[in-house]
């Protein structure tokens, strides 16, 4: 019923301070027009404010709203390092699904990816070609990874990798707290010339469940440089990383 639902959304929020309404709707398996009633009725609980497609907790309006910035910042300036002729891997992440909108209309690219969202977007036009990696999807509907995935991705190879990572950090490297995530982004590592990571200030000195690889595989880092993580990103510049902050 509805007490189970809204406990189970809230779950969500609170894991990841926004969510889709079409996240929702596949996670508790019901329709939308159910989200959209139950997020109704949540927003007038108090519990949530609704947002375009889906909602975020209201504890964290501000802070969301900043850390949105920071990612749109980020991806505008991710999105300048892909060249006509590029061919690029981009993991599933809100950061990447941001770079990939900034690349509609782009001509002569192609993008490989394992996020649902990412692919859904860009399969609207026909002027970047687009691979989606096939295999098992994760609980929440996010992204394919498996046996199958890392296979696929094995036939190509790619010149540049847009990565999102949950932590980086000198210590622990690049983290995920995906499980199912981090063998097919150390397959994507393997796969691409040039390792560009894409990562607010709140990854940034942050270490999360699982390795995926050393600090050393990534060219570069892509971030919104903040005083919190001015220390980090200078120990990491000292390992030779080329380091933006927007």
């Not at 999102?164 to 063998?183: F, N, Q, Y």
């Amino acid at each position: 019923g509805y007490a189970s639902r809204a406990n189970q959304i809230m779950e969500l929020l609170r894991r990841n301070g926004t969510a889709q309404a079409s996240q929702i709707s596949a996670l508790l398996q019901v329709s939308l027009v159910t989200v959209r009633k139950d997020l109704q009725r949540m927003e007038d609980e108090g519990l949530l404010r609704r947002t375009h497609g889906g909602a975020v907790l209201r504890a964290e309006e501000t802070a969301q709203d900043t850390r949105l910035a920071a990612m749109e910042a980020i991806a505008s300036r991710a999105a300048e390092e892909i060249r006509e002729g590029d061919c690029v891997i981009m993991n599933a992440g809100n950061t990447t699904l941001l770079t990939a909108r900034k690349l509609l209309g782009r001509k002569n690219i192609t993008i490989i990816t394992n996020s649902i969202a990412i692919a859904r977007e860009l399969a609207r036009q026909n002027q970047i070609k687009l691979i989606f990696l096939g295999g098992e999807v994760n609980a929440e509907a996010v992204f394919t990874y498996g046996w199958d995935t890392v296979t696929q991705l094995e036939q190509y190879k790619a010149n540049k990798l847009i990565l999102s990572a949950s932590g980086i950090s000198c210590s622990a490297g690049l983290t995920t707290r995906h499980m199912e995530a981090a063998d097919l982004l150390r397959k994507m590592i393997a796969r691409t010339a040039t390792v560009i990571a894409v990562a607010d200030d709140t990854k940034i000195g942050f270490e999360s469940f699982y390795h995926v690889g050393d600090l050393q595989e990534v060219d570069m880092l892509i971030t919104n440089a903040t005083s919190a993580t001015e220390q980090e990103l200078e120990k990491i510049r000292q390992t030779g990383i080329c380091v933006y902050g927007c």
